[in-house]
């Protein structure tokens, strides 16, 4: 199974400078929560963003067209299919982490969403693709937790593809 996952701003705004616009910690729990035990895919500015270090109890897939590209302990990609073709064969969940390409490429082969949507607007370049919410029914929402550590109020939003 494929899903995405992300925290965006009231205006789609999902990243700057290739890194989060904002600290929220209960959102980086819920991440920690969801992609545990299962495999996280990003793009290589993603993964430079955070300093190419690798997330512990996850695997880590880097998806880049430079083919001398050294990941850290990440597996190295080249294209979609061979992630597609990983994700087919593997027991758990396939997380696309991003960036907005990533997203974009992989939007159309995703099965669920978990997306975390933050009350408040910041400043950024990059955004979230356009999604057809037609194609999507919410599953579950659960607001975030508001508190001197996570100041901006957010929902944990849920989404499952109509089955065709």
């Known amino acids: 199974m494929i899903a995405a996952i992300w925290a965006q701003d009231e205006n789609g705004l999902i990243g700057k400078d290739d890194k989060l616009p904002w600290y929220l910690p209960d959102d980086l729990q819920f991440f920690k929560q969801m992609t545990e035990n299962n495999t996280i895919v ?9 300093g190419k270090n690798l997330l512990p109890n996850r695997q880590t897939i880097v998806l880049t067209s430079d ?3 050294d990941g850290n ?3 190295v990609m080249h294209s979609v299919d061979d992630v ?8 758990g969940i396939t997380f696309i982490t991003g960036g907005g390409e990533i997203y974009k490429t992989f939007l159309p082969h ?15 370049d990059t955004y979230f693709p356009y999604i057809d919410w ?15 550590d996570n100041p901006y109020p957010h929902d944990f939003e849920t989404y499952q593809r109509h089955q065709s």
């Open 42 to 50: 990003m793009g290589r500015k993603t993964f430079e963003g955070m």
């Open 67 to 69: 083919q001398s590209y």
């Open 73 to 75: 302990g990440a597996i």
């Open 84 to 91: 597609l073709k990983y994700a087919e064969e593997f027991d």
């Open 110 to 124: 995703t099965d669920v969403l978990y997306r975390t949507l933050i009350q408040s607007t910041f400043e950024g």
């Open 134 to 148: 037609g194609e999507w029914n919410i599953v579950s929402t659960s607001e975030g937790s508001v508190n001197d």
